[in-house]
């Protein structure tokens, strides 16, 4: 077993992820493979590395092990010119693997990002199917950290959504966030990002399970969003972490935010009428929230008069398509 299989065993045993390990020789063909009499067998996949004419594109190509690989297909819809298979060279060069022992985990030795990994929808094995979990906006949380250049985690500002958007342009952003603060789940995702060698910002969407007490990991965008200004409204300047690092190389010890405070990028009469929880609500009322687009420096006019229609126009819109998610 090579150093790549013994770091996806130790990070799915760390994370208590269930999963069946079956050890085989190296394979070349379909036949090959299910003479090892594995379990499981309606689940093997195909792995192929393919690409471009020119070799400046490159795929990986996961597939159900019963189907042939159709490139002219494949080609068509990536809109490249010619495919072919990747060789022995190609393969160790980008992936560190070997003919006859190609799986997707090879990707985590991508270290330049050179290759695209693509799953077959026609693939019958088995899927991770996320069951419905109960709760409103207020039950989503997200998570805005920075690591430093050294993957080390340098600040963490947990905020909860009172209230999203609804309408068609906007629907699924957070119109009103309340910043908290869990240094448990901060230790257990600050360690989380530190195994993976996370860089940068990271914009961490979750939701709590009321039933279990838990939190639920929903995906990681690779950037601040525009409703991340909630953070600023707790006292923590996430650019200037960036800056402090990468152009000053000034590092300091990791920030963890408790402090309560509110960001909404709507009027207050629409969180008044539309958080229905009201215990929350009440609690809101105690906050003067932060505005992204008010600057008492930047309010000409002109500008204050857009921003008054801006703000106007978001009641026509929870009048028109808010509804009750409970």
């Known amino acids: 077993m090579n150093d790549m299989a013994h770091a996806v065993l ?9 999963h069946t390990l079956a050890e085989h020789p190296a394979v070349f063909n379909m036949e090959e493979l299910y003479a ?15 690409r471009d004419q020119k070799k400046r594109f490159y795929w990986l190509l996961v597939l159900y092990g019963e189907k042939r690989a159709d490139l002219k297909a494949l080609k068509a819809r990536l809109g490249h010119g010619a495919l072919s298979f990747a060789g022995a060279e190609e393969l160790a060069e980008l992936l560190g693997l070997t003919p006859g022992s190609v799986t997707p985990f090879g990707a985590l030795n991508d270290k330049e990002h050179r290759v695209t990994l693509l799953l077959d929808e026609d693939y019958r094995g088995k899927l991770i199917l996320q069951e419905f979990i109960p709760g409103g906006d207020d039950a989503m949380r997200v998570l805005n ?11 963490m500002c947990l905020g909860q959504p009172v209230l999203e958007y609804y309408d068609p342009k906007s629907v699924g952003n ?6 908290r603060g869990d240094q448990a789940l901060y230790d257990k995702m600050q360690e989380f990002l530190e195994k993976l060698g996370y860089v940068g910002f990271s914009n961490i969407d979750m939701k709590y399970d009321s039933r279990t007490g838990r939190y639920v990991l929903f995906e990681i965008n690779p950037r601040l969003g525009r409703s991340s200004y909630f953070c600023r409204a707790a006292g923590l300047n996430m650019m200037k972490l960036l800056t402090n690092d990468v152009v000053y190389g000034k590092r300091e010890d990791c920030v963890y935010n408790h402090t309560v405070a509110l960001w909404q990028n709507v009027p207050t009469g629409i969180l008044r009428r539309y958080v229905k929880d009201q215990e929350l609500s009440d609690e809101l009322k105690q906050f003067k929230g932060t505005h992204t687009l008010f600057c008492k420096g930047d309010l000409p006019l002109s500008r204050l008069y ?3 229609r801006y703000y106007a126009a978001q009641y026509h819109n929870f009048r028109d398509y808010y509804f009750d998610k409970k």
């Open 174 to 179: 957070y119109a009103a966030i309340i910043s």
């Open 306 to 308: 857009r921003l008054l």
């Open 10 to 18: 130790r990070l799915l045993k760390e994370n208590k992820i269930d």
């Open 145 to 155: 950290s920075y690591s430093d250049l050294d993957g080390h985690v340098r600040a």
């Open 36 to 50: 090892q009499g594995l379990e499981h067998c309606d689940a093997i996949a195909k792995n192929l590395l393919v």
